[in-house]
């Protein structure tokens, strides 16, 4: 059974930058595709950033394109999210998610508060 295990969230103003961390158990996570998903309050979840596998091909929400970059190191089993430029409406709970074929493994989500 795959969990992950998101961490780097918080409370940050306007303009700063936040990392978020999503670590993998067991050895999937180098064939799978990772993302970072957001869902704020009375929203439905949203696609923010995904990286597949292989080659690293990542994939960004207009919204954040060019302010976030996501990563992976399958050495450790984490992905991440480098969040810079942060802007109020980027509040939301942040949740990693794992993807092979058709099968989702989700994190328990991590809070993120930009302030202006």
């Known amino acids: 059974q795959v969990q992950l295990v998101e961490s780097g969230g918080g409370s940050v103003q306007a303009g700063g930058s936040l990392r978020l961390s999503c670590a993998a158990s067991?050895?999937?996570?180098?064939?799978?595709?990772m993302g970072w998903y957001r869902q704020a309050p009375g929203k439905q979840r949203e696609l923010v950033a995904t990286i597949a596998s292989g080659d690293g091909t990542t994939n960004y929400a207009d919204s954040v394109k060019g302010r976030f970059t996501i990563s992976r190191d399958n050495a450790k089993n984490t992905v991440y999210l480098q969040m810079n430029s942060l802007k109020p409406e980027d509040t939301a709970v942040y949740y990693c998610n794992l993807r092979i074929s058709v099968q989702h493994v989700w994190g328990q989500g991590t809070q993120v508060t930009v302030s202006s």
């Open positions: 067991g050895s999937i996570f180098r064939i799978a595709t």
